[in-house]
């Protein structure tokens, strides 16, 4: 109904609702991708190639077992990740490097190599409508963890998961911002914010809940595929192009 056949009791009862009773978007956005790769990441000259820019810093992850590069990007950023064995694992953390080394060899396990790491939106946390459970790396900032959204035993399932607000990205924040040098956002092939992801899952893939949340509420697409993999458009795919860096990265990139 238009708002101006509304009466003025009707238009002030809506707007004395809660706020969870209005209409509302998602409660997350997508913050980041990973992939698994192998160490070093000499996967990351497909992305170079493809005219990507890489961050010269390695990420090293005290506690988890693992290091990265990243390709940045105005609203989000694109993760490789290896197992480093320079890199300390927590003691009761064995379980978490292991399936990341599974991960790594997901073309002969049927594991799934992404991970889609994502933000909150609103100032609250709201609670998800399935069970969750959270991780503290040392990695992390004291006092914060990762919620996890994918059961534990999980071993089928791209790795679904809330970063921390301490450490998430801004999504106001530009070539100018504070995540590092004008030089780390400016990639050749033009791209500049990441516009949707969609993950290219197996036909015999069954969802978890965490999936199908996701995917109804918008934050992800899903798409039928051989094997996982995950498109990124950039800039609303604009341009019209399309790369397709497999097989050495499971990644196709729109913009």
């Keep these: 109904m238009p708002t101006k056949h509304l009466t003025v ?17 998602p409660p997350v956005a997508v913050d980041h991708v990973w992939i698994t790769v192998s160490a070093g990441a000499p996967e990351r000259e497909a992305l170079k190639k493809a005219g990507f820019t890489i961050s010269p810093l390695v990420n090293r992850h005290d506690g988890q077992g693992t290091a990265s590069v990243t390709a940045e990007f105005q609203n989000a950023y694109l993760e490789l990740m290896w197992v ?133 509420a918008g934050v992800i697409g899903v798409k039928t595929g051989k094997e996982w993999a995950v498109e990124l458009t950039f800039d609303g795919g604009v341009k019209g192009r399309t790369k397709d860096l497999r097989p050495e990265l499971p990644m196709v990139v729109r913009y």
């Design 84 to 216: 480093e064995p320079t890199v300390p694992v927590a003691p009761g953390a064995e379980r978490v490097v292991e399936k990341f080394r599974n991960r790594t060899a997901w073309r002969s396990n049927g594991w799934c190599p992404i991970g889609v790491g994502m933000r909150r939106t609103a100032a609250e946390d709201t609670p998800f409508p399935f069970p969750t459970w959270k991780v503290s790396p040392g990695w992390l900032p004291p006092g914060s963890a990762i919620e996890i959204l994918i059961p534990r035993d999980d071993t089928k399932s791209p790795s679904l998961f809330v970063t921390p607000r301490t450490l998430a990205v801004d999504p106001k924040t530009d070539a100018t911002g504070a995540r590092g040098p004008v030089s780390v956002f400016v990639h050749p092939v033009g791209v500049k914010r990441l516009t949707e992801v969609h993950l290219i899952a197996p036909s015999g893939y069954e969802p978890v809940e965490a999936f199908e949340y996701l995917r109804k």
């Design 9 to 25: 009791p009707l238009l002030l009862a809506l707007s004395l609702l809660p706020p969870k009773s209005r209409a509302a978007g």
